[in-house]
């Protein structure tokens, strides 16, 4: 890879673990996951359910968090403080630039669920509940769910303010939660307009349940290889496109 791109993911990287707002999310994650072990003794019998459901709820949401508050500024932040026309004034690409910014939060990312993930197994140990390799599966697709977040909110960056950001951020994953709902509510609809926006809608926002394991890894049942598979070539091709519209959104822009 460009050692210019991993440069500025590692300068990214570190960036963000100075951020307060990661330190805080990540707190708040760690006493969340934490809460379920001293609640979990109140459903006697459903302990691990609980845990497990609980903690990797936790993990996405929290990650969803960082990716809001902190890659939705990301960019703006060096455009405000005029910093990134230092960094463009080298050999650096601004397709390059973005990449850079992109990794450097998956880095981050991937950092935080480490350590959430080394948590949640290690209150399994303590609290009545067993290790299962389907853990480790959920944790990959929490992973891929938040990489392909990360890309909405890198191209969300180079068009619009960080709260219009972090909102459409935001939009994204609730209406991806919901896309296939939206898509049945629209067939179920008379207007043929009311069908086709629907099935439009479904096409073009990420359908991110495709991530969603933890109902099938809270009731015990395996998630298979030909599923991770293919939710990570979802997760890559998703998150190309919309990197590749962020760098066509951002070869355009005018700095002052």
């Known amino acids: 890879m460009n050692t210019h791109v991993m440069a500025l993911a590692v300068n990214t990287f570190r960036e963000t673990v100075r951020d307060r707002i990661f330190y805080l999310v990540a ?20 302990q691990g359910k609980i845990m497990t459901d609980v903690g990797l709820a936790a993990m996405s949401i929290f990650g969803l968090l960082v990716v809001v508050f902190v890659g939705s500024g990301m960019v703006r932040k060096e455009m405000d403080k005029g910093t990134i026309l230092t960094i ?22 991937v950092t935080m669920l480490a350590i959430m993930g080394a948590l949640f197994l290690l209150m399994l140990l303590i609290a009545p509940g067993a290790f299962s390799f389907r853990f480790i599966s959920a944790f990959y697709l929490t992973f891929l769910e938040l990489t ?26 609730v209406m991806g939660h919901l896309s296939e709902s939206i898509r049945d509510f629209g067939l179920l609809q008379g207007s043929p307009l009311q069908q086709k926006t629907s099935e439009v809608v479904y096409y073009l926002i990420p359908n991110l349940e495709v ?36 760098g066509a959104v951002f070869a355009r822009k005018e700095f002052r």
Request: proline share 4%.
């Open 148 to 173: 392909l977040i990360n890309a909405a909110a890198v191209l969300f960056s180079t068009c619009v303010s960080p709260i219009l950001a972090a909102v459409a951020t935001l939009g994204v994953f």
């Open 88 to 109: 463009l004034s080298k050999p650096v690409g601004r397709r390059e630039y973005l990449l850079g910014k992109f990794l450097g939060l998956n880095l981050t990312l």
């Open 27 to 46: 707190v708040f994650g760690l006493v969340m996951l934490a809460s379920t072990a001293v609640l979990s003794p109140l459903a006697i019998g459903a």
């Open 211 to 246: 991530f969603n394991v933890r109902g099938a890894v809270v009731h015990g049942d395996p998630v298979s290889g030909a599923h991770l598979l293919l939710a990570t070539l979802y997760a890559a091709a998703f998150s190309g496109l919309l990197l590749i519209l962020a």
